[in-house]
C-alpha cells in the first residue's frame, strides 16, 4: 500500500513524539477508507534513517557550554548533545543574523531569547528529533502569523482587561476539546489574572446537537453558571439535545423558563461565533488565539504555559 508524505509524516510523529502529533477534531470528516495502522507503523520503520539523531549529533563536534538561564539537567546524554546542536545552528528568534545561543548569551532586546531555549529543550526532553524539533521552533519563531479581531463579549474567564487575550474556538462534541479545556483552564489560573480567555463557540457540521449544546452553554451563563455548564455538557458528550440540556438547567437549579427563552435567542450568537471563527480560518477544534495570533504549538500544558509566559513577557517588556 502505498503511503502519502502527510500520512507517513504523521505515523513517524506518532513513533517519535506522540506530543507533537496534532490533537483537534476537523471541519469535514475524514474521507476514504482509513489506513491500516500497522501498515502505516511498517512504512514508517523502513523509512526512518538508520542513523539516529542522537549518532548524528555526536559525529560533529559540539560546543556543549551551558547556557545562562536554560536548564538542560533533565536531558540524557544524546538529548543535551542535540539541544547544544541545535542552539548554534538555528536562529535567533527575533530575527536577528546571529544564532539562538548568541542572542540568549549577549543580545538582551530579544526577549524571547530565554523562551526559545527553554522551548528547544521541552521539545528535546518530551522526544523530538532534530528536524522535528527544528520544524516546531521555526513555526514559531519563523513564520509569520496573521493577526485576526474578535468580538470580546463574555462568556469569559478572567479579568477582562488582562493584557494576555486568548480567544477559543470549540465543540462540545470534540473529544479532543474536552481534553483541551481543564489545560487551558489551568493556564489561564498560573498567569494569575494577567490572562482573560473569551469562549467562542463553533458547531462543527457532522455533529448535530452541537448547536444546542452550544446555545445552552450561552443560556446558562446569562444566569451565572456558564463554568457549570460548559463542564457538564463536556462530560455528556452524545447526550445534547433538547431534552438533555434542560436536564442539565435543571440540575443547576436555573430558571427554567427564562433558560428556554434565552436557549432560543442564543441561536444568533452561536451563528455570529462560527462566522468568526470561518473569517479566522478556523478548519479544526479546539483552535486558539493568543491577541489575535494563531497558538500553532503542541496542546500540551507545558507547550502552552511557555508561548504564554513567552507572549506575556515580551508585552510587559515593551510597557517598559
Same mark, same amino acid.
Given at each position: 500500500?502505498?503511503?502519502?508524505?502527510?500520512?507517513?509524516?504523521?505515523?513517524?510523529?506518532?513513533?517519535?513524539?506522540?506530543?507533537?502529533?496534532?490533537?483537534?477534531?476537523?471541519?469535514?470528516?475524514?474521507?476514504?477508507?482509513?489506513?491500516?495502522?500497522?501498515?502505516?507503523?511498517?512504512?514508517?520503520?523502513?523509512? /526512518?534513517?538508520?542513523? =539516529?539523531?542522537? &549518532? +548524528?549529533?555526536?559525529?560533529?563536534? #559540539? !560546543?556543549?557550554?551551558?547556557? $545562562?538561564?536554560?536548564?538542560? /539537567?533533565?536531558?540524557? =546524554?544524546?538529548? &543535551? +548533545?542535540?539541544?547544544?546542536?541545535? #542552539? !548554534?545552528?538555528?536562529?535567533? $528568534?527575533?530575527?536577528?543574523?546571529?544564532?539562538?545561543? =548568541?542572542?540568549?548569551? +549577549?543580545?538582551?532586546?530579544?526577549?524571547?531569547?530565554?523562551?526559545?531555549?527553554?522551548?528547544?529543550?521541552?521539545?528535546?526532553?518530551?522526544?523530538?528529533?532534530?528536524?522535528?524539533?527544528?520544524?516546531?521552533?521555526?513555526?514559531?519563531?519563523?513564520?509569520?502569523?496573521?493577526?485576526?479581531?474578535?468580538?470580546?463579549?463574555?462568556?469569559?474567564?478572567?479579568?477582562?482587561?488582562?493584557?494576555?487575550?486568548?480567544?477559543?474556538?470549540?465543540?462540545?462534541?470534540?473529544?479532543?476539546?474536552?481534553?483541551?479545556?481543564?489545560?487551558?483552564?489551568?493556564?489561564?489560573?498560573?498567569?494569575?489574572?494577567?490572562?482573560?480567555?473569551?469562549?467562542?463557540?463553533?458547531?462543527?457540521?457532522?455533529?448535530?446537537?452541537?448547536?444546542?449544546?452550544?446555545?445552552?452553554?450561552?443560556?446558562?451563563?446569562?444566569?451565572?453558571?456558564?463554568?457549570?455548564?460548559?463542564?457538564?455538557?463536556?462530560?455528556?458528550?452524545?447526550?445534547?439535545?433538547?431534552?438533555?440540556?434542560?436536564?442539565?438547567?435543571?440540575?443547576?437549579?436555573?430558571?427554567?423558563?427564562?433558560?428556554?427563552?434565552?436557549?432560543?435567542?442564543?441561536?444568533?450568537?452561536?451563528?455570529?461565533?462560527?462566522?468568526?471563527?470561518?473569517?479566522?480560518?478556523?478548519?479544526?477544534?479546539?483552535?486558539?488565539?493568543?491577541?489575535?495570533?494563531?497558538?500553532?504549538?503542541?496542546?500540551?500544558?507545558?507547550?502552552?504555559?511557555?508561548?504564554?509566559?513567552?507572549?506575556?513577557?515580551?508585552?510587559?517588556?515593551?510597557?517598559?
Amino acid at each position: 500500500m502505498k503511503l502519502s508524505a502527510r500520512l507517513l509524516s504523521a505515523a513517524l510523529t506518532i513513533v517519535l513524539c506522540p506530543v507533537l502529533v496534532a490533537a483537534s477534531c476537523k471541519k469535514k470528516e475524514p474521507e476514504g477508507p482509513t489506513a491500516d495502522p500497522r501498515e502505516v507503523m511498517a512504512a514508517a520503520d523502513k523509512s /526512518s534513517p538508520t542513523t =539516529t539523531p542522537a &549518532a +548524528t549529533a555526536k559525529a560533529a563536534t #559540539v !560546543d556543549t557550554t551551558a547556557v $545562562p538561564g536554560v536548564d538542560t /539537567s533533565k536531558l540524557a =546524554t544524546a538529548q &543535551a +548533545t542535540l539541544f547544544f546542536k541545535l #542552539v !548554534d545552528s538555528l536562529q535567533s $528568534p527575533c530575527g536577528k543574523a546571529h544564532s539562538l545561543r =548568541t542572542s540568549i548569551t +549577549t543580545d538582551a532586546s530579544c526577549i524571547r531569547a530565554p523562551f526559545a531555549g527553554k522551548y528547544l529543550v521541552a521539545l528535546i526532553e518530551e522526544g523530538a528529533t532534530e528536524e522535528q524539533a527544528k520544524a516546531e521552533f521555526e513555526n514559531h519563531y519563523q513564520n509569520p502569523r496573521k493577526n485576526y479581531t474578535f468580538s470580546l463579549t463574555p462568556p469569559l474567564q478572567g479579568p477582562a482587561g488582562a493584557p494576555l487575550v486568548l480567544v477559543e474556538f470549540f465543540d462540545y462534541a470534540c473529544p479532543h476539546c474536552a481534553r483541551f479545556s481543564p489545560i487551558l483552564d489551568d493556564a489561564i489560573k498560573a498567569l494569575g489574572g494577567k490572562a482573560v480567555l473569551y469562549y467562542k463557540n463553533f458547531p462543527l457540521k457532522h455533529n448535530a446537537d452541537s448547536p444546542m449544546a452550544a446555545r445552552a452553554a450561552l443560556a446558562a451563563d446569562a444566569q451565572g453558571r456558564f463554568s457549570e455548564m460548559h463542564k457538564m455538557l463536556f462530560a455528556s458528550v452524545g447526550k445534547h439535545k433538547r431534552a438533555d440540556v434542560l436536564g442539565y438547567a435543571k440540575s443547576l437549579g436555573l430558571n427554567l423558563a427564562k433558560f428556554e427563552k434565552d436557549l432560543d435567542a442564543a441561536a444568533a450568537r452561536v451563528e455570529a461565533d462560527k462566522g468568526e471563527g470561518t473569517a479566522a480560518e478556523v478548519d479544526g477544534t479546539p483552535r486558539l488565539y493568543i491577541n489575535g495570533k494563531s497558538y500553532d504549538g503542541p496542546m500540551h500544558p507545558m507547550f502552552l504555559q511557555l508561548w504564554l509566559q513567552e507572549e506575556l513577557a515580551v508585552l510587559e517588556a515593551a510597557k517598559k
